[in-house]
């Protein structure tokens, strides 16, 4: 649960959330294809519809819960926007966009930890899109206005966020058992995240 009172000699929760998770985070960034010389337009497209497929049900989860602790603004921070954008870039409407699969596998947010746990993923991966971004633009000439602002989806407000997102973090005082439960559901998102892919077939 929340407490009014940080733990003595225990970690912080962001403390927790990184070592918690660093071994998926750097598993994950092994099979992304996004430097892989195979890289071209339909995998990357494919890449988008999966990603869509992840974030639209996750996103919804997450948002429409009511669990996640004051003070962290949802349309602000927003994803799956950004993907419908880059997926009509492509050509897909709306129709295809919303016959596109979608994960039902999710990790269970029936806590504020937990879904806390589950934001550190999400909000973390804008700070990697960075360096994707260049890298799409460089490989194939992609930007936010021609299938990439998803990688961009804050622009040049993305270390501000960040920065903003981790004061978040720090402002919330959670005891030993729902750190736990954070960690655990940003291992959950890690690894639920890159099992989806991999059944979406756009992995390395």
């Known amino acids: 649960m929340l407490s009014q009172a940080h733990d003595i000699g225990v970690p912080s929760l962001l403390e927790a959330l990184r070592t918690g998770t660093g071994s998926l985070h750097v598993a994950l960034e092994k099979r992304l294809p996004f430097f892989s010389v ?12 999966a990603y869509y497929g992840f974030y639209a049900p996750i996103e919804a989860a997450l948002y429409g819960n009511g669990l996640i602790p004051n003070g962290f603004d949802c349309l602000l921070r927003a994803k799956t926007p950004t993907l419908i954008r880059d997926l009509n870039a ?3 409407d709306d129709h295809a ?3 596109l699969p979608r994960c039902t596998r999710l990790p269970t947010f029936d806590s504020p930890a ?3 746990g589950a934001l550190y993923v999400l909000e973390g991966a804008t700070l990697g899109g960075q360096v994707l971004r260049r890298e799409m633009a460089t490989r194939l000439a992609l930007d936010s206005d021609n299938g990439a602002s998803f990688l961009n989806v804050y622009g040049a407000e993305t270390g501000r966020r960040w920065k903003e997102f981790l004061d978040y973090l720090g402002s919330l005082s959670l005891d030993m058992p729902a750190k736990q439960r954070a960690v655990m559901a940003a291992r959950s998102t890690f690894s639920g995240f890159e099992q989806w892919l991999d059944s979406q077939e756009v992995l390395l």
């Open 97 to 99: 966009i919303n016959a």
């Open 38 to 49: 195979r890289l071209d337009a339909d995998w990357y497209r494919r890449l988008l519809e």
């Open 90 to 92: 492509f050509g897909l």
């Open 114 to 116: 937990a879904c806390l």
